[in-house]
């Protein structure tokens, strides 16, 4: 079951009850979309080709969706849910039923999330997000240019109420009940420049923002060279990726962090967290954990009837409610 599916019959069928007996709507945390229509262009990763990126407001209940606005003679529709991820191998890629995909979707996602977005459309001329400079933080400014609105919709979020485990090759996952969503990420590489990274967070009060946002995707120069022969990763450079080789990091000016690498698998895991289908109040931990365990952990998750439930955030939330640290206007005529 979906979460849109429940959204329809349970809670909205819940809270119109409510909200037409009480004032619930005045008291609670409301879903967020962009002012206006924002875009940029920049290279694609694996397929290096240029992409221009369209980021548009959607109305309350919509979530993320992607339309491959080059693709004209199939259904180029592809919500930004877990049951649509196709390919976690290098990226988190998501596909419909008419094969139509959409690649690098993670960095972009993570934005979305870290910056309270509930609803919005992006629009693409090609087969994958751009990559930009690797991190999320070129997302993040698109979405504080175009401005946050609020909806007169409550947010909807996925509580979790039991500890759901995933564990795929040498990588695991588990999301716990908690009160406010957090992460905790540990990574152990075996290269003297990464080795053992731990770092927890609360994904509140605009943390996102400040101190993942700009940590970038990373690859080892070996891994680049063989990828670089199999035709893959054709836009990487490192313009818009960390490079380490047995010597350090390539790139001039070093790292962003100390600790970047672990900031930006937490970065990821905040994106592909959100094909939850909106945000989820729990705590993730991941070790040594990447795109693939974090879709297995949603797919367990929502295998799993009694570990999850759709709810609204009320005021008395309003603290613990990811918003990037971005004021929102108050509802507009999108609402
Ligand atoms: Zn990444």
């Known amino acids: 079951?979906?979460?849109?599916?429940?959204?329809?019959?349970?809670?909205?069928?819940?809270?119109?009850?409510?909200?037409?007996?009480?004032?619930?709507?005045?008291?609670?945390?409301?879903?967020?979309?962009?002012?206006?229509?924002?875009?940029?262009?920049?290279?694609?990763?694996?397929?290096?080709?240029?992409?221009?990126?369209?980021?548009?407001?959607?109305?309350?209940?919509?979530?993320?969706?992607f339309h491959r606005v080059d693709i004209d003679k199939k259904n180029n529709t592809v919500p930004a849910t877990w049951d649509r991820v196709v390919d976690t191998r290098m990226c988190t890629a998501i596909g419909n039923d008419d094969g139509v995909t959409v690649g690098t979707i993670e960095h972009l996602m993570a934005a979305l999330a870290g910056c309270g977005i509930d609803n919005a459309c992006v629009e693409l001329d090609g087969p994958e997000v751009p990559i930009m400079d690797g991190s999320s933080e070129p997302f993040v400014l698109l979405i504080e240019s175009a401005g946050v609105v609020e909806q007169s919709a409550p947010r909807r979020v996925i509580r979790i109420l039991k500890t759901v485990n995933v564990k795929v090759n040498d990588g695991q996952a588990t999301l716990m009940p908690a009160d406010q969503p957090s992460l905790n990420v540990e990574i152990d590489f075996d290269s003297a420049f990464i080795s053992k990274q731990a770092l927890s967070m609360g994904l509140v009060n605009g943390s996102f923002c400040k101190e993942l946002a700009r940590a970038r995707t990373f690859g080892f120069l070996h891994e680049v060279e063989q990828m670089r022969a199999a035709g893959l990763a054709k836009g990487g450079s490192l313009d818009n990726a960390v490079v380490v080789s047995q010597d350090g990091v390539l790139n001039d000016g070093g790292l962003r962090f100390d600790d970047e690498f672990v900031r930006h698998k937490m970065l990821d895991a905040v994106g592909d967290l959100f094909l939850a289908g909106g945000h989820i109040i729990g705590q993730f931990s991941g070790i040594s954990s990447g795109h693939a365990v974090n879709n297995a952990l949603l797919r367990a998750l929502f295998a799993d009837s009694e570990a999850w439930t759709v709810d609204v955030m009320t005021s008395a939330e309003a603290a613990t409610a990811v918003d990037g640290g971005l004021g929102a206007e108050p509802v507009s005529a999108l609402a």
């Open 1 to 65: 079951m979906y979460l849109k599916d429940v959204v329809e019959s349970d809670v909205t069928e819940e809270m119109g009850a409510e909200m037409a007996g009480s004032s619930r709507i005045d008291d609670c945390v409301r879903q967020r979309t962009l002012k206006t229509p924002v875009s940029c262009t920049g290279v694609g990763l694996h397929s290096g080709v240029n992409v221009t990126l369209n980021l548009t407001p959607a109305s309350p209940d919509t979530g993320v969706i």
